[in-house]
């Protein structure tokens, strides 16, 4: 979609929403400002590059939009414009060749963030966008200007008239990284619906005793089975890996059940999960073992000559059950197929992978228009909407930011 006038859009926020959102307007050739309170974009974006970026996930569409839970009626249509597939043939474009692991999941072939931000913000660059760096958006001006603060002493606060905004502020979590959340407050005061930003994707805490925390923190408890009830009363079983911290649990299993943990302790002020520590054994297959005689060894060395239970999950066994369950034999079996843990808080908004919460899609056109705000648009993980790690995360933040400028095109178009 090309425009004949010239129109301009400011766009708010340099992630990969923004970011895509700027790639859009290009095309339709509209002039491109993108403002960003930090001295460079896509801070998030390379620190998910960090740990082997994830970008999308190869199953099918269905499956996929499934991932969203309850907003996958709002995402569903984004990742239809903008399939798992498309944006994969998009990397390719950039010149980044991606793989899929064994789990299905999407990596760059270098597994970094920084070679696909350098190609793309160069082709931003040389298509014309102007980035506008250490400028804070401060809301609206009385004649709805967007007002940025800025590091120039003469010109501290400037305003910018533009056709269209798009804003891509990005969550709450890792404010260090840009997106703080502070945006908040700024749409609320123009009567925007914004549900409290939580922690998604994140750690828990429990009480571990001083002794299990020091020896165990840091250590991963390899191949478990997660199992609690939600606040809807579904039990959900969950097998893979726990990292044990010093003041509770994370890790991949448990950012993958987050979103239901966090749930229950908000209505119960706790949750109980119960950990299988060998899948592979059923339950009287283990009863019989530590049932088995041992002579004068110790119930410590019994188990783990007679089922390689040693290491953290022998130390996490004598953490969680008592001195009789653990002398009994019996009970001791069972505890080892479902050890209640206790986890009493999400970790704070800040150390979370990615934030719940933000602007409610309610208050959304199917465009991404803020209905209250003609010409304002929405795109990222600012929207109401979370996921699991996987490449779920990028993957909407991607497809909405395409649908975002292309819904200021369509709103352009008609004006
Ligand atoms: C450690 C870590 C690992 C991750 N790994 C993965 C992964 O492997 N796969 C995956 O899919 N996702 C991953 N994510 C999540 C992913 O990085 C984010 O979901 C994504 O970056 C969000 O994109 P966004 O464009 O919506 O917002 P952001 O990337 O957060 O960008 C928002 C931008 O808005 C700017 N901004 C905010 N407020 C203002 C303001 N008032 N004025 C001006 N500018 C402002 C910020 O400076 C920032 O540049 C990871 C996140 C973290 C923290």
Sequence with gaps: MSLNKPFSVAIVGGGPAGLMAAEVLFQGGVK?????AMPSVGRKFLMAGKGGMNITHSEPLHAFAGRYGSRE???APLLESFTPEALRAWIHALGIETFVGSSGRVFPRE???APLLRAWLHRLREAGVS???RHRW???DEHNALRFATPDAENAEKLVQADAVILALGGGSWAQLGSDGLWIPLLEQRGVSVAPLKPANCGFDTHWSEHFSTRFAGEPLKTVVLSYTDIAGIEHRKQGEIMITAGGIEGGLIYALSAGLRDKIAENGHVQIYLDLLPGKDEQLVINETAHPRGSRSMSSHLQSRLGIKGVK??????LVGVEVYADPKRLGAAIKRLPLTLIAPRPLNEAISSAGGVAFETLDEQLMIRKLPGVFCAGEMLDWEAPTGGYLLTACFASGKAAGLGALNWLKSR
């Design 32 to 36: 491109v400002d993108l403002f960003d």
């Design 73 to 75: 009626k709002n995402i």
């Design 111 to 113: 597994m970094k963030a």
């Design 131 to 133: 980035f506008h760096m």
């Design 138 to 140: 401060l809301g609206w």
């Design 314 to 319: 022998a130390g996490l066994l004598r953490e």
